[in-house]
């Protein structure tokens, strides 16, 4: 068997920027953050060694495990963030007293539109500073549309002839579009 015939296998090395694949790590919102961060490993330590790495090696070649385990880490701990921001939202809509829980709503529709008009700004950035920018929106509109889409659904499972009100009157501004 000749090795010079042999398939050669490519080698991928990951750099700073695959860290940046796929979503964001969602924001979580102060209120809820102490439910919603209880026990979720945070990949601190993780990001410790992988920054030791890089300042003992000075270039990210050969710290390929550290990123790789990072990045197995953040994105364990982002699906189980969203889930739970989810869920919190969730049970907000279903236990919170009516009027707080239409005022919520009313709140996640405001952080829509600001994220939206934000967007929309940063849609005129070059670069990679307008990438990041539009990256970060784009992981935060797609989180806040999920709360509220959460909330919503927490509302709709109340019992009571006054439940479906604000789910109603909910859905038209999520679909709201900006034009300058």
């Known amino acids: 068997m000749d090795v010079d015939k042999q398939e050669t296998m ?23 953050a102490s439910h919603v961060l209880e026990g979720v490993e945070l990949c601190d ?4 060694n992988l920054f030791l790495c890089l300042q003992i090696n000075d270039i990210e ?43 919520r709503v009313t709140q996640l529709q405001s ?16 670069g990679m500073e307008g990438f990041r920018q539009r990256w970060s929106l784009h992981g935060q509109l797609g989180d806040t549309r999920k ?15 006054s439940s479906p009100a604000p789910v109603e009157g909910a859905t038209p501004a999520v679909k709201k579009r900006w034009f300058f």
């Open 147 to 161: 709360r509220l889409e959460a909330l919503n659904n927490g509302l709709a499972k109340r019992e009571g002839p």
């Open 61 to 103: 070649p050969f710290c390929q495990d550290e990123i790789v385990l990072y990045q197995q880490c953040v994105a364990k701990r982002d699906k189980e963030i969203r889930e739970r921001l989810q869920d919190s939202e969730y049970k907000l809509g279903v236990s919170m007293p009516l009027e707080e829980a239409k005022e």
């Open 45 to 48: 330590g993780i990001l410790k």
């Open 10 to 32: 490519e080698e991928t090395i990951l750099v700073g920027d695959d860290l940046m694949r796929g979503p964001p790590s969602p924001v979580v919102p102060k209120e809820i």
């Open 111 to 126: 952080e829509l539109t600001l994220l939206e008009r934000r967007m929309i700004l940063a849609s005129g950035l070059q």
